[in-house]
């Protein structure tokens, strides 16, 4: 069965305050692992999909990354606005390869 | 808005009623799926329909749950006979289904059961 678990479950930053998410996955074989924001009383939205390990993608503050066990969320001087929870999920290839498997995520507060 | 439209944001039943949630895809978009969210747990798969069809309901509770996208109008979530244990929030994805693009969530129907 396809796992992911994300680390911390919450973070506490200072505005300015460089640190990483970490989702640890373990799945068949990966299609595809995607990171997601969601912001309290809204739906996950769409961040990063990476492919293969090696891969890297980068949206203004935040840069994710890819391995063979696990991704990163990097995120360089964060601003107050990028408090939300930090959602991780995994798509295995296969037969039922249009499921997402989600972590529970990581609730970053980023204090000004 | 050309995003995935659900409605109600919120609804509150009491214990023994239907609750109905509704799900407007993207435009351009014909796969819908369905995920539930409970308080402390992370997004749980629930069931992919294309128009008029159940591709996978595995994730869904096999009794008092159904779901349906029709040729015409909205995917609809449908619970009968509520629990407090239902109580969640109920979220809607779609896809064009190309196998590329990913999926683009609702902003969820929070259910409460009283």
């Known amino acids: 069965e396809d796992q992911v678990t994300q680390s911390p479950e919450a973070l506490r930053l200072q505005e300015g305050e460089s640190s990483s998410l970490n989702c640890s996955y373990t799945?068949?074989?990966?299609?595809?692992l995607f990171w997601y924001r969601q912001d309290p009383g809204k739906g996950p939205e769409f961040l990063f999909t990476?492919?293969?390990a090696g891969e890297e993608k980068e949206k203004e503050r935040l840069k994710a990354t890819l391995t063979k066990k696990e991704s990163f969320l990097h995120i360089t001087a964060p601003k107050p606005e990028d408090s939300a929870t930090y959602l991780c999920?995994?798509?295995?290839?296969?037969?039922?390869?249009?499921?997402?498997?989600f972590g529970k995520g990581t609730l970053l507060t980023v204090n000004p | 808005n050309a995003g995935v439209m659900q409605n109600p944001r919120h609804l509150v039943r009491r214990r023994g009623q239907e609750a109905r949630l509704r799900c407007s895809p993207m435009?351009?978009?014909?796969?819908v799926y369905w995920y539930r969210q409970l308080p402390e747990e992370g997004l749980k798969f629930m069931v992919y329909?294309?128009?008029?069809?159940?591709?996978?309901e595995s994730g869904m509770p096999k009794e008092r749950f159904s779901a349906e996208f029709p040729k015409e109008g909205p995917s609809i979530l449908r619970i009968q006979q509520v629990v407090r244990g239902d109580s969640a929030a109920y979220f809607c994805?779609?896809?064009?289904?190309?196998?590329?693009?990913?999926?683009?969530f609702g902003s969820g129907t929070r259910l409460t059961v009283v």
């Open positions: 994805a779609s896809s064009p289904g190309d196998g590329v693009s990913g999926y683009t």
């Open positions: 799945v068949s074989g990966l299609r595809g």
């Open positions: 990476l492919y293969s």
């Open positions: 999920a995994v798509q295995a290839s296969g037969g039922s390869n249009y499921k997402l498997t």
């Open positions: 435009k351009g978009h014909s796969h």
């Open positions: 329909l294309q128009k008029e069809n159940i591709i996978d």
